[in-house]
């Protein structure tokens, strides 16, 4: 009933720039906690970043300074605007987010179908 799309991936020469999107529908009572992850071939899920749903964000430290997240509540959707980016960026980025749907008391953690960033050299 919940869905999390990802869009704005896509292969970039070094020291470019990318926008990711990331748009939340179905039921969906309340979001709180955002983020994007990011996975590279043979390596483990790790966090890019995180934002609350008053706007605290949180930066891995490979990220930190190159990339900004953001979010619009309205419109349930979460961005990442990458900068400068270098070739060990590439990676699937998901997007993930914290909801609570209507009917429900928990919140459950939601994740997209992912965007592949390819950086080339």
């Known amino acids: 009933q919940v869905q999390l799309v990802e869009s704005g991936g896509g292969l970039v020469q070094a020291g470019g720039s990318l926008r990711l999107s990331c748009a939340a529908s179905?039921?969906?009572?309340?979001?709180?906690?955002m983020g994007w992850y990011r996975q590279a071939p043979g390596k483990q899920r790790e966090l890019v970043a995180t934002?609350?749903?008053?706007?605290?964000?949180n930066y891995a430290d490979s990220v930190k300074g190159r990339s900004t997240i953001s979010r619009d509540n309205g419109k349930k959707m979460v961005y990442l605007q990458m900068n400068s980016l270098k070739p060990e960026d590439t990676a699937v980025y998901y997007c993930?987010?914290?909801?609570?749907?209507?009917?429900?008391?928990?919140?459950?953690?939601?994740w997209g179908q992912g965007t592949q960033v390819t950086v080339s050299s």
């Open positions: 179905g039921s969906i009572f309340s979001i709180n906690v």
């Open positions: 934002i609350t749903s008053g706007g605290r964000t």
């Open positions: 993930n987010a914290d909801i609570k749907y209507y009917g429900s008391s928990n919140t459950y953690t939601y």
